[in-house]
């Protein structure tokens, strides 16, 4: 049977997933790992690791490249936080709207021994509320760059407050183009979009393509006074750009998720940024979603060799005609599936279905045979050149 090693803390729902499974938690030697913001490095992928399931979005913890190059799943779980994001980004929106940080440590920092009673507090309250003086979000114009799983949401959420919302993503999926209202205004580039914005909303993952997205240059773009909101990723902005933009009125506030030295000295002397601890996704629902949904996947390979939500790897699914399955994971190169299909023939197998997809440069084959599936076909199909790993299912 399989077995897996647990990082970081992962929900109990999650783990009963692999141990309901009957798979079997190991520190040294294991098929998968689940893991959540651990960093892992090239020594956690052993030779015997077949799959690792983020529970979460992000894979920026994770060597991917490496990982392909030894035929190891990598698997996410998009939108299974979506929701929790999408209820801080709204939360987002209202505090860097309203004063309302600054007007709490105003109340908690007066001091109380120079009222008589609270007739004088509250005249005290009331003479300086002014300055916590905000604006509704009611008409003004949210950007959404990223229109994934939570930029979706957060285009619905905020749509109901009355906000008009402009989107942009140059990646965006099917599914996703259709869970998006017609409301929403497709932007051409990012410079339109920041242009048009009075709030902004980050949505995207940390790839080298988005990394230091709001960038000294970008920032020029900004409609005067806007309001930034990241709880996307940290690298995706850079922090000297954005507090230079705040220096120069160019944008009035900045929410971050994201804490950094420059980030947090700058709040300390300022009420123009308001830093949270990373909790975006910090809901007791989100981590078991995303856990449940990380296992499932996980189990689902190990079992039957099918992706879901892999961001290293092709989708694939095949319905289990027999009992008897290979799995041939191998570089994207042409004439593989006639080799491998060669190969099963010579051995005097009979293929009873198939599948392969591809992704870049790696493919995976689902092969059902009629009969057992012998170690000595496992060996022969590993020797072809170009295959990274066989493994045989028998159930």
């Known amino acids: 049977m399989y077995s897996y090693k647990s990082l970081s803390v992962i929900a109990d729902e999650g783990i009963a997933v692999l141990d309901e499974a009957g798979f079997r938690p190991e520190s040294k030697k294991f098929d998968s790992i689940i893991v959540r913001s651990t960093k892992l490095t090239q020594s956690d992928l052993t030779d015997n690791l077949k799959c690792i399931g983020r529970a979460g979005a992000g894979v920026d913890n994770i060597p991917v490249s490496d990982a392909t190059d030894k035929g190891i799943v990598v698997f996410n779980s998009p939108g299974a936080n979506a929701n929790a994001v999408k209820e801080l980004v709204v939360c987002g929106l209202l505090l860097a709207s309203r004063g309302i940080v600054q ?3 105003f109340s908690n920092n007066m001091e109380l021994d120079s009222f008589s009673d609270n007739t004088e507090l509250n005249k005290s309250v009331e003479q300086n509320k002014k300055t916590f003086q905000g604006n509704e979000v009611f ?16 285009a619905r959420a905020a749509r109901n407050l009355g906000m008009q919302i402009i989107g942009y993503d140059p990646y965006i ?3 996703s183009a259709w869970k998006l209202s017609s409301e929403v205004e ?10 048009k914005s009075d709030y902004i909303s980050l949505h995207v993952p940390l790839v080298e393509d988005t990394k230091a997205l709001i960038n000294s240059e970008l920032v020029k773009n900004f409609k005067k006074g806007a309001k930034l909101i990241n709880l996307s990723r940290g690298g995706i902005v850079d922090d000297l750009s954005v507090i230079s933009a705040l220096d120069e009125g160019i944008l009035s506030c900045y929410v971050t998720d994201f804490p950094s030295k420059e980030i ?7 009420n123009d940024i308001i830093v949270m601890p990373h909790i975006g996704a910090s809901t007791n629902e989100a981590k078991i979603n995303c856990a449940v949904m990380a296992a499932n ?12 939500n892999s961001v290293n790897f092709p989708s694939i699914m095949l319905e289990r005609t027999t009992g008897h399955r ?25 293929i009873a279905d198939m599948s392969n997809k591809s992704k870049d440069n790696i493919a995976i084959n689902l092969i059902d045979l009629d009969t057992k599936v012998t170690d000595e ?13 066989v493994r045989k299912i028998e159930h």
């Open 186 to 195: 497709k932007a051409e580039s990012i410079d339109q979009l920041l242009k």
């Open 377 to 389: 076909l496992v060996s022969n199909l590993g020797k072809i050149d170009h295959v990274i790993s």
């Open 103 to 105: 007007g709490s440590n």
């Open 173 to 175: 999926s099917i599914e």
């Open 297 to 308: 996947q996980m189990k689902d390979f190990l079992m039957n060799g099918n992706v879901t």
């Open 139 to 154: 008409g003004k114009t949210l950007g959404i760059v990223g229109l994934g799983a939570i930029g979706s949401l957060v």
């Open 326 to 350: 290979i799995i041939v994971i191998n570089s994207n190169e042409p004439g593989m599936i006639g080799k491998i299909a060669d190969q099963i023939a010579e051995a005097g197998f009979n």
């Open 264 to 270: 947090i000295t700058r709040s300390r002397d300022y």
